[in-house]
């Protein structure tokens, strides 16, 4: 599965094979700046990739809405991958 870029939507920024896992992402993309929180404009996108999909869908929103701050809360997922595309196009 390919997740595009948040910022060039004809652009892909990585790929994942997913095997009995589910992927959220959450960011600037189709609906642009919707999602508000402590610094949001710091990140363009956050992909939670996981067992849950539901699980998935929260951890990335939250990760998104906090700008990548104050991560330590997510060493409680251990079954959750986290991937991070910035402003400036950084996995």
């Known amino acids: ?3 595009r870029d948040p910022t060039d ?3 892909s920024v990585f ?3 997913l095997e009995n896992e589910t992927i959220a992402t959450s960011g ?3 609906r642009g700046h919707h999602i508000w ?3 949001p404009h ?3 996108g956050v992909s939670a990739i996981g067992p849950d ?3 998935a869908d929260a951890l990335s929103t ?3 809405s906090s700008g990548g701050q104050g991560t330590g809360w997510l060493e409680r997922f251990p079954d959750y991958e986290i991937v991070v595309v910035t402003d400036n196009h950084e996995l």
Do not use: D
Request: proline fraction near 4%; charged fraction near 10%.
């Open 62 to 64: 939250a990760l998104f």
């Open 28 to 30: 600037r993309y189709k």
């Open 53 to 55: 999909l539901g699980i």
């Open 9 to 11: 939507p004809a652009n």
């Open 42 to 44: 710091s990140l363009a």
């Open 37 to 39: 929180g402590s610094n």
């Open 15 to 17: 790929a994942v094979e």
């Open 1 to 3: 599965m390919g997740v």
